[in-house]
């Protein structure tokens, strides 16, 4: 009895460390596939293994990395990332959140009130 847990036990272990490599693999190439088919300038959000986040611009592809260009306050130079590195990569949103778009819409009412306002003083003035 003790024999089969312990085989059993093993090849589980062997058939987790198998798939794991497999799909350590597969993720290389789905984000080498990813990043080809970008194009060079686009800004990125990358996630790497080691838990960093990086706003970064495409700058090229190699076979073995992707060359990105971090934005960051103080300029840095570019960096080859291993495809292997890489737990998350999109393409940064254009345009503005709703929020924001809220905030320019009272931002310009306000505005418009108040100059229709300095507008009225001036005539009245007259």
């Known amino acids: ?4 847990s312990h085989v059993v036990t093993t090849a589980v272990l062997i058939v987790l460390t198998a798939v794991q490599g497999v799909t350590a693999q597969t993720a290389s190439d789905a984000w ?7 194009d060079v300038g686009t800004e990125l ?3 790497l ?3 960093r986040r990086i706003r970064a611009t495409l700058i090229g592809v190699r076979d073995d990395a992707v060359l ?3 934005k960051t ?3 840095v130079a570019i960096q080859a990332v291993p495809y292997d590195a890489i ?3 999109e393409p940064r949103k254009a345009g503005h959140s709703a929020g924001k778009a809220v905030a320019i819409g009272v931002a310009m009412g306000v505005g418009v009130f108040f100059g229709i306002m300095a507008l009225i003083v ?5």
């Open 49 to 51: 293994t080691d838990g």
């Open 45 to 47: 959000n990358v996630r």
């Open 122 to 126: 001036a005539a009245i003035g007259d």
């Open 1 to 4: 009895m003790r024999y089969a």
């Open 68 to 70: 990105l260009q971090p």
């Open 87 to 89: 737990v998350r990569m």
């Open 32 to 38: 080498k596939t990813f990043v080809e088919r970008v």
């Open 73 to 75: 306050r103080i300029p």
